[in-house]
């Protein structure tokens, strides 16, 4: 299995500039997760969904950021418009519904962002 | 609410001595216990997780973790540093299968040194 794929790995842009960030889950994953890490505030939960529909997004940080999940096998995180305090590295991860306790959440590899 | 407490942001230890990196956690229900590591430029890889039995817990190149309750706390160790463990490492709790939120320390960053 190729693991969550995110892209773009690096994103530069400027203030005001709408900024797109793109998940694919492991297949045959329900449920995903995009996260936030920055040196400040480590790493935060900004919302999950459970197959295709948010659950929780009470970790968005306001109404500047949305996040979709049109099918079981891509989902974006939008910004608009970014604000320098927005640069962060942004993960996507995905699980499967537990069998047992607990699933454990893969990641992928992050995308890096810097809003100038 | 769930919290999770890393002493220590860093952490420095000579190739070849003990590893010890520090977690308490706080919640109100028993925990689900996990630790992750994150290579530079990369996503957290899980290590090792804690969710019901054996309070020892094996996992991945050779680090192990003891669930400690009265003591609230899933240190993690390993006998023997090797240059590769150099890594930041986060532990993480959750609380129930129905709760799919992980909650984050603020991650220790391990040194090795030659």
Not at chain 2, 78 to 84: E, G, T, V
Not at chain 2, 91 to 102: D, I, P, Y
Request: glycine share 8%; proline share 7%.
């Amino acid at each position: 299995d190729a693991g969550v794929i995110q892209s773009p790995r690096h994103e530069v842009t400027e203030m005001g500039q709408e900024v797109t960030l793109r998940c694919k889950p492991i297949s045959g994953h329900d449920y995903l997760f995009w996260y936030r890490q920055t040196m400040m505030r480590g790493l935060e939960l900004l919302i999950y969904f459970n197959n295709n529909v948010p659950i929780d997004d009470s970790g968005m940080p306001e109404d500047r950021f949305s996040a979709k999940m049109p099918n079981a096998s891509f989902s974006t995180l939008k910004i608009q418009p970014s604000e320098p305090r927005d640069s962060a590295v942004y993960f996507c991860a995905s699980r499967r519904t537990p069998v047992g306790p607990q699933e454990t959440q893969y990641f992928g590899p992050g995308t890096r962002l810097l809003v100038l | 609410a769930q919290s999770v407490t890393q002493l220590g942001s860093h952490v420095s230890v000579s190739e070849g001595a003990l590893v010890l990196l520090r977690c308490n956690y706080s919640s109100s229900v028993p925990p689900y216990l996990f630790w992750y590591v994150q290579y530079p430029n990369q996503g957290l890889q899980l290590l090792l997780k804690y969710t019901t039995g054996a309070t020892l817990v094996k996992g991945i190149n050779g680090f192990e973790a003891e669930f400690k309750k009265s003591e609230t706390s899933f240190h993690l160790t390993k006998p023997s540093a090797h240059m590769s463990d150099a890594a930041e490492y986060f532990c993480a709790v959750s609380t129930n299968v129905g709760n799919e939120k992980l909650t984050f320390g603020t991650g220790t960053r391990l040194t090795i040194i030659p």
